[in-house]
């Protein structure tokens, strides 16, 4: 599909105006490609709970923290919850070949009903670990809830945690520490339901000022 010149502004005023289904979409797919990853939960009753989420973001290496976004509390939140009754969950990546099922995980089941059953995925316990990672998953990582950030412009909710445990397969991490997303088929989100394949196209070098970037990726072809 070819792009036009021609340039749409939409102001604030517009935007307040809109359908609130068409603003939902229009303003989740303004930020591009996000990551796609299911967070899995368990509740103090033994009930699992996953959800799927395109806002998980890097905040720090050392130590290992990332955050992620969820909407106000003043309805059930299970995955919220959760979280706060015993301070574990995961993050799972989601790939190419159960995109469906992970995209099924943000119906809104009932508390009682777990989303591994309802959505056909498979649990996965680690000794020690309370919170269950989905055995789908190829990149899957243990948290730690360690503190949490109110946006008071919307009472949306950032959830900030450790990873305590990383799980994946050897052979996609390379040798300067990046993984080969590619090999596993992990995919991403626009907007609200658009799911995307993954295709890498460049790889840098640190960039220090007078040094022209070499794309690696192309050099590796």
Excluded: W
Excluded at 85 to 110: C, L, P, Q, R, W
Aim: glycine share 6%.
């Amino acid at each position: 599909m070819s792009v036009t010149n021609s340039i749409k502004e939409i102001t604030k005023e517009d935007i307040r105006g809109m359908d609130k289904i068409f603003r939902l979409n229009l303003i989740n797919s303004v930020t591009g490609y996000k990551p796609a990853n299911l967070v899995g939960t368990r509740s103090n009753k033994g009930i699992s709970n996953i959800s799927i989420i395109s806002s998980v973001i890097h905040l720090g290496s050392n130590p290992a923290l990332l955050g992620f976004m969820l909407r106000p509390a003043s309805v059930p939140r299970h995955t919220y919850n959760n979280i706060k009754e015993n301070g574990f969950y995961t993050i799972n990546h989601v790939h190419k070949n159960f995109v469906g099922k992970a995209h099924y995980t943000s119906a809104k089941f009932d508390e009682d009903v777990s989303e591994f059953d309802a959505c056909n995925l498979t649990e996965e316990f680690r000794e020690g670990f309370y919170a269950p990672f989905v055995q789908e998953s190829k990149i899957k990582m243990g948290m730690q809830y360690l503190e949490e950030y109110t946006i008071k412009a919307n009472n949306t909710i950032m959830i900030v945690g450790e990873i305590v445990s990383l799980l994946l397969p050897e052979n996609i991490i390379q040798p300067e520490g990046d993984l080969d997303l590619n090999a596993v088929d992990d995919v991403c989100i626009s907007g609200l339901n658009n799911y995307h394949e993954v295709k890498q196209i460049a790889a840098f070098s640190y960039s220090r000022p007078g040094q022209t970037p070499v794309n690696k990726f192309t050099k590796k072809k």
